[in-house]
């Protein structure tokens, strides 16, 4: 039934390791959306698909790598994690196409990365 | 460029007072999209309304009311007669075309409404 569903909820790792966040969407949105929200609670985007297409990279370095499979999915994969990763990552869709009006995005329920 | 500001980082009520949440932004597109969303302590992002840049007509929705001023560029959030319930961290978010659709957001308020 949900919407944007996104696992793990928490993800606790240690520092060095590479591990995947997952995130599907049944709501047949065009465009999904990464984005990360630090102990401040500041919400900067990452990445965002268009249709399995990437439109939208942010000055994210280079160990973070989405995958999009479909355009129900996008996965995102940290490589090398570091203390800083350590943030809660929120997956979204919209049903915004290329030109299209802005719509609102639906949000997973985040995920609570902790590096140590 | 792109902008969003939210200078009120807390705000602290007791029930039942109004509130006013601020939210000024920048942009130099003529067709652009305002946003608030709602972060409550248990952590889920919802979404409160939508705005175009061509409708400055202010909306009410229960308690809650948004004034939206393109003279001043601002989008400001009231809630009359709070709730404990309203405690939570409202974002303000701007999406337009020069920014690729990307929805950027405020650095939030968070607002506790005290019983």
């Known amino acids: 039934d949900t919407a944007v569903s996104q696992t793990p909820k928490y993800l606790v790792t240690q520092m060095g390791n590479d591990k995947s966040i997952k995130c599907e969407q049944n709501l047949g949105h065009d465009t999904m959306y990464w984005y990360k929200q630090d102990s401040k609670k500041f919400l900067k985007i990452m990445f965002s698909?268009?249709?399995?297409?990437?439109?939208i990279n942010e000055t994210v370095p280079n160990r973070f790598s989405p995958k999009s499979p479909d355009k129900a999915h996008l996965n995102l994969h940290i490589n090398s994690l570091e203390l800083g990763d350590s943030a809660v990552y929120f997956c979204a869709s919209s049903p915004m196409g290329q030109g299209a009006t802005n719509e609102k995005l639906f949000f997973g329920s985040g995920t609570q990365l902790s590096v140590l | 460029a792109q902008k969003v500001t939210q200078a009120q980082t807390e705000i602290s009520v007791v029930e039942k007072e109004d509130v006013t949440l601020d939210c000024v932004y920048e942009?130099?597109?003529?067709?652009?999209?305002l946003f608030w969303y709602k972060q409550p302590p248990s952590g889920e992002l919802v979404f409160l309304i939508r705005?175009?840049?061509?409708?400055?007509q202010n909306e009410i929705s229960g308690r809650y009311s948004w004034n939206f001023q393109k003279s001043t560029s601002s989008f400001n959030f009231t809630i009359t007669a709070s709730q404990v319930v309203d405690s939570a961290v409202y974002f303000c978010?701007?999406?337009?075309?020069?920014?690729?659709?990307?929805?950027?957001f405020g650095a939030g308020t968070r607002l506790f409404v005290k019983a």
């Open positions: 705005r175009n840049s061509f409708d400055e």
């Open positions: 698909y268009n249709n399995k297409e990437l439109i």
């Open positions: 978010a701007l999406s337009d075309s020069t920014g690729g659709f990307k929805t950027i």
């Open positions: 942009t130099r597109d003529t067709t652009y999209y």
